[in-house]
Nanobody
Framework: VQLQACGGGLVQLGGSLTLSCAAR????????MSWFRQAPGNDRELVAS????????RDSVKGRFAISRESAQNAVNLQLSMNSLKREDTAVYYC?????????????WGQGTKVTVSS
């Protein structure tokens, strides 16, 4: 499975941005897709996750972010719609997929896309 994320950039405080992640390859094995982020000096943290139609969000983004997934021919597109952006949302955002692997489960990461929120 290959993940390619895009959509990051510079956005004003309170603005909106949508991130996209295209998953290609053995996508039929994927059962969970997520967005993580990592701010400078911080650990990588889970932002939102989608598994079996159920979504979960970290508390700080609830009501502002929305994760969604669309299927296309030979690909899956994962999106993260971000609204009312705050300075603390500044980070590199990574898409993540977990699927069935040879020894149980396999985890895949995209390359990261940077989001900067400025005033």
């Amino acid at each position: 499975v290959q993940l390619q994320a895009c959509g990051g950039g510079l956005v004003q405080l309170g603005g909106s941005l949508t991130l996209s992640c295209a998953a290609r390859g053995n996508i039929g094995t994927i059962y969970t897709m997520s967005w993580f982020r990592q701010a400078p000096g911080n650990d990588r943290e889970l932002v939102a996750s989608l598994s079996g139609g159920r979504t979960t969000y970290r508390d700080s983004v609830k009501g502002r972010f929305a994760i969604s997934r669309e299927s296309a021919q030979n690909a899956v597109n994962l999106q993260l719609s971000m609204n009312s952006l705050k300075r603390e949302d500044t980070a590199v955002y990574y898409c993540n997929a977990v699927g069935v692997g040879r020894n149980g489960s396999a985890t895949y990461w995209g390359q990261g896309t940077k989001v900067t929120v400025s005033s």
